[in-house]
């Protein structure tokens, strides 16, 4: 709390500004920042808010950055991870790194203090991924993952973002067990692991259209792939009972507005949804559930679950297709690494 | 669907534009309205928005319905609930009612098609209890409950509106018991009824004045009444150290922004959070837990659970402190009915 700058009393995700100053305290960690991976639901905001202008969602981006001092989207409210290496680990910092240390931060960039001093040169605003030189602060609450050796870093960082989706998934498994559940952006990179965490159950994958279905069709992650608009509550759960209807379990992995609806109509009665996309609305799921006399449990995904680092890549390191699709969608950018 | 006039093809709580016309279809069931129960965030943003100033929030209530055809409130996304008489009930509508009952909505006014005929001139603009002529039409999806005949009606419509919340808070402790129960904004309607349902555990109830306090204080409904604002983290995990600890169990009835990050924080590892205010951010909720690498289960307060009228008008029924503080808050608008 003592970098919070304004308001004063709040923590430091509720913020409007922080202080990501360098000299850190005995339980700080000071880490040389590479990379940031944007929040997708943020990228898509600024991406739609400047027209898919490069330079601009980039100076949007610094200017965020310069005067909130962290990556926090001020519409989408959310803020995405990093990579980096640690400069300086303070004596009393519980999270039991080294200064060398390639890490990963598994805390959401919008209660992370972060200075840029590049401009961010190296990124054409064109991707949520961006390189970036400049330093963070992790705090003694902090979360972050020392990189696996065995996986390349862009690899495990595309992991790493979204590790909590799969290990709530298979909580939810083990405190309710369920039939069949609905994964809606399930080609995605949430979406696939919660498929991966599913294995065990008849699973439906939802996607947007054809080239998705094309992607997950004979992985063996979902015995039936769905192409529907998952803010058409109709259209979706006409198309599931096609497929053998609602899910016991409904997972939302897609990081577009409204789709609060379609995902309560495609849920069986006693079930349960599990939100991940932060473009959900509170409102819109609570009085939608209401409104359509709905006995479903929906749970707000929440990114931490202990062990959700360790649980994700060793999904990953099990299931070739699962990561066949993670490195099909980096693409080019995997080119350059090798183990 | 066919009431929805903008934007075609969503659910109507999703409409932008619902049609009031008063001729209902088989399925269907027209109602005369007496009173609408303003949904209690969405008056506190229509008071702030226009000073207090009773003339001006009347003013804006009645724009909103008559451009929306259904009271939804743009920028709270809330509504409410309305009580009325059976004018005409379709011959396919399943909702059991009959021309002549006493009804309670206990769908939300978002998606509920209204049409108000009196200009609202007996409403003073001072209270969310909105006495009103006009009608509304339940689909056959809609949730009514015939109001029970030994209870005044505004006190079975106060119970009636926030009846999700006991029934979801007794149904969390059913699937997993707690010792420690803590309720944040205890004092209100949702607040003494999530205390009543976890009668067995031992309660927190936290208030935001001494006037609170003393009204819970003395009732039973809670082993310990805490004074403390919902909004500031940090005050509220000191104040319930002092009270014994965190809670299993967090229940959120408080209707201000904010509290996201303090309920987080009220709550054990391991535990779980309700949020039953429709103030609630998703983004806060979901990142806030992430960032505080707190290990809980968080829950969107779906306020439809099966059974829920029934057991909130018990709960009423049978805790003389529950009825005395919902009597105490209505006050002089009980004085003119007997059983």
Redesign the interface.
């Known amino acids: ?1 003592h970098r919070v700058v304004a308001p004063a ?6 913020a409007l500004r922080l202080d990501p100053s360098p000299a850190i305290r005995p339980d700080e960690v000071r880490v040389a920042v590479q990379r940031l991976n944007l929040d997708a639901a943020s990228y898509r905001q600024l991406a739609e808010e400047h027209g898919g202008d490069g330079e601009r969602i980039r100076a949007a981006v610094l200017e965020i950055v310069r005067s909130r001092g962290k990556m926090h989207n001020p519409v ?4 995405g991870m990093l990579i980096g290496t640690v400069e300086e680990a303070g004596p009393a910092s519980p999270l039991g790194l080294r200064a060398g240390d390639r890490v990963a931060t ?3 960039l ?2 992370t203090p972060l200075h840029i001093s590049d401009g961010l040169q190296d990124w054409d605003g064109r991707s949520e991924q961006v390189p970036c030189a400049g330093h963070a602060i992790l705090f003694a ?3 972050a993952a020392v990189l696996p050796a065995d996986l390349d870093p862009q690899l495990a960082l595309a992991v790493l973002d979204v590790c ?1 989706a799969p290990a709530l998934v298979a909580r939810c498994l083990r405190q309710r067990p369920a039939g069949r559940v609905v994964v809606l952006g399930a080609a995605g990179k949430s979406g696939s692991l919660a498929l991966a965490a599913a294995r065990g159950t008849t699973r439906v994958g939802v996607v947007r259209d054809d080239a998705e279905r094309a992607r997950l069709e004979g992985t063996g992650l979902a015995e039936h792939v769905v192409v529907a608009d998952a803010r ?4 979706l759960a006409a198309a599931l009972d096609a497929a053998g209807g609602p899910g016991d379990l409904t997972v939302v992995c897609v990081d577009v507005p ?1 789709c609060e ?1 379609a995902a309560i109509l495609a849920t069986a009665a006693g079930g349960t949804v599990v ?1 991940f996309s ?1 473009a ?27 062990g959700h680092a360790d649980y994700a890549l060793s999904l990953l390191r099990s299931d070739t297709a699962l990561r066949d699709l993670f490195t099909a969608r980096l693409g080019h950018r995997l080119a350059d690494w090798a183990p």
């Open positions: 709390m009393g709040v923590l430091p995700q509720a989408t409210g959310s803020g598994l805390v959401s919008t209660l609450r902090s979360v909590g058409d509550a109709v259209g409204g609806h939100f932060m959900t609305s509170f409102p819109a799921a609570a009085l939608g559930a209401e409104g359509l006399a709905a006995d479903v449990t929906m749970l707000i995904g929440n990114g931490y679950v202990p």
